[in-house]
């Protein structure tokens, strides 16, 4: 019954790795999103994807960067891993036109990354 | 680019209360939707109220929307321990954009 399935619910990367993280949805949604969630800043949208080989910086795109090969895939990569980017990463799908204010997000259940 | 800010940041009641949380915005909305995480999990949809709505409800959640105030409120109404979790309203900035959320702890 899982609908947006996120690879890894924990890791731990070193300082300078490049980390890839995996969503996959099986809604045929046109729209993912990729979220970065810290205590006391809730959650802020680092990058989104309204179509294959489509993307758009969100407010904090620096030092990330996303692939959509492919409708159901959003991947995210970290290319040089920092301890600041430690942090609880939720990917999301949404099935209406393009990024329409009725947009419901679903959200995969969440990857928590740990750079030491 | 906080849109949306709830109000307070956390609330503890005790099971059987209603739990009440607002949420303030900035700029002029086309519908508004609550969200809810479990500790350490993904967000969930609960509600979505349109501009042109003032109140919705979904069996014990009760939405009201105050487009002249940009405000909302979020009644869950004879809480238990299973609605423990935080609370989010969202708008819709280039994506959408949540607020910070409001933590309720309901104890039995």
């Known amino acids: 019954d899982v609908k947006v399935t996120q690879s890894s619910r924990y890791l731990v990367k070193r300082t300078g790795e490049k980390v890839f993280l995996e969503c996959v949805q099986d809604?045929?949604?046109?729209?993912m999103f990729w979220y970065r969630q810290d205590p006391g800043l809730g959650l802020r949208l680092i990058y989104f994807?309204?179509?294959?080989?489509?993307?758009e910086k969100g407010d904090i795109p620096e030092g990330y960067s996303v692939s959509r090969e492919k409708k159901e895939r959003f991947s995210l990569i970290l290319e040089s891993a920092s301890t600041n980017q430690t942090s609880m990463y939720l990917c999301?799908?949404?099935?209406?036109?393009?990024?329409?204010?009725?947009?419901?997000?679903?959200f995969g259940a969440g990857s928590r990354l740990t750079v030491l | 680019s906080q849109q949306g800010e709830e109000d307070p940041q956390a609330l503890s009641i005790q099971e059987g209360e209603n739990a009440t949380m607002n949420c303030s915005y900035k700029?002029?909305?086309?519908?508004l939707q609550w969200y809810r995480q479990n500790s350490g999990r993904g967000l969930v949809h609960l509600i979505l109220i349109r501009s042109n709505e003032r109140e919705k409800h979904s069996g014990r959640l009760r939405v009201t929307l105050d487009t002249s105030k940009k405000s909302s409120s979020l009644l869950i109404t004879a809480s238990r321990a299973a609605d423990t979790a935080s609370y989010f309203c969202a708008t819709k900035g280039t994506a959408l954009i949540f607020g910070k959320g409001t933590t309720l702890s309901v104890s039995s």
């Open positions: 994807s309204y179509d294959v080989k489509m993307k």
């Open positions: 700029t002029s909305i086309n519908n």
């Open positions: 809604m045929d949604h046109e729209n």
């Open positions: 999301a799908s949404s099935g209406q036109g393009a990024l329409s204010g009725a947009n419901v997000l679903t």
